[in-house]
T-cell receptor
Framework: TAGITQAPTSQILAAGRSMTLRCTQD?????MYWYRQDLGLGLRLIHY???????GKGEVPDGYSVSRANTDDFPLTLASAVPSQTSVYFC?????????????FGPGTRLTVL | GQNIDQPTEMTATEGAIVQINCTYQ??????LFWYQQHAGEAPTFLSY??LDGLEEKGRFSSFLSRSKGYSYLLLKELQMKDSASYLC??????????WGAGTKLIIKP
């Protein structure tokens, strides 16, 4: 089972360009999440989706957008990249039910904005 | 504001025991998680505590005291492969995870 896949693995992007980070899960999880991880800081939630067709803003949503057209896919788009968006981006998913609802992470995308 | 505190770095010896502490102040509490993250890799789930007390899973144990806003992860019989960062996260009233910055654990032979 693949679990969660992300693409690309890494990318160098010129400031002002747009880019979509892809995330796909095959666990039929209802909930999906996008985080960024920066040195010295904890994971910070960008956007989330509790179920297909719905999305919500996390702690740091500015400059990012998401969509959830189906259960499996949760792409993250940077409309006009800025250097402060240089980070490692992790997608995660969970069943979305009450109780433990553990989040499982994809391998990450390392993005550099110059 | 919401805050999760962990030591930035710890060093321990192979075969020994190490305790990694986590204190939290969050808007509500709906469980505490510990994850392991090797350098350049994704976080992987280790443990979940929602009630006070100790949860044991092989060489790893996690403890929670909700009244003190405190948890620890105990690693026994340390192996070189345990060198990693350990992340503490609390689920708040909005049902979102609030993450600590992580504790980098260095294991020496």
């Amino acid at each position: 089972t693949a679990g969660i896949t992300q693409a690309p693995t890494s990318q160098i992007l010129a400031a002002g360009r747009s880019m979509t980070l892809r995330c796909t899960q095959d666990m039929r999880h209802n909930a999906m999440y996008w985080y960024r991880q920066d040195l010295g800081l904890g994971l910070r939630l960008i956007h989330y989706s509790n179920t297909a067709g719905t999305t919500g803003k996390g702690e740091v949503p500015d400059g990012y957008s998401v969509s959830r057209a189906n259960t499996d896919d949760f792409p993250l788009t940077l409309a006009s990249a800025v250097p402060s968006q240089t980070s490692v981006y992790f997608c995660a998913s969970s069943t979305g039910t009450s109780g433990e609802d553990t989040q499982y992470f994809g391998p990450g995308t390392r993005l550099t904005v110059l | 504001g919401q805050n999760i505190d962990q030591p930035t770095e710890m060093t321990a010896t192979e075969g020994a025991i190490v305790q990694i502490n986590c204190t939290y102040q969050t808007s509500g509490f709906n469980g505490l998680f510990w994850y392991q993250q090797h350098a350049g890799e994704a976080p992987t789930f280790l443990s979940y505590n929602v009630l006070d007390g100790l949860e044991e899973k092989g060489r790893f144990s996690s403890f929670l005291s909700r009244s003190k806003g405190y948890s620890y992860l105990l690693l026994k019989e340390l192996q070189m492969k345990d060198s990693a960062s350990y992340l503490c996260a609390v689920r708040d009233d909005n049902y979102q995870l609030i993450w600590g910055a992580g504790t980098k654990l260095i294991i020496k032979p």
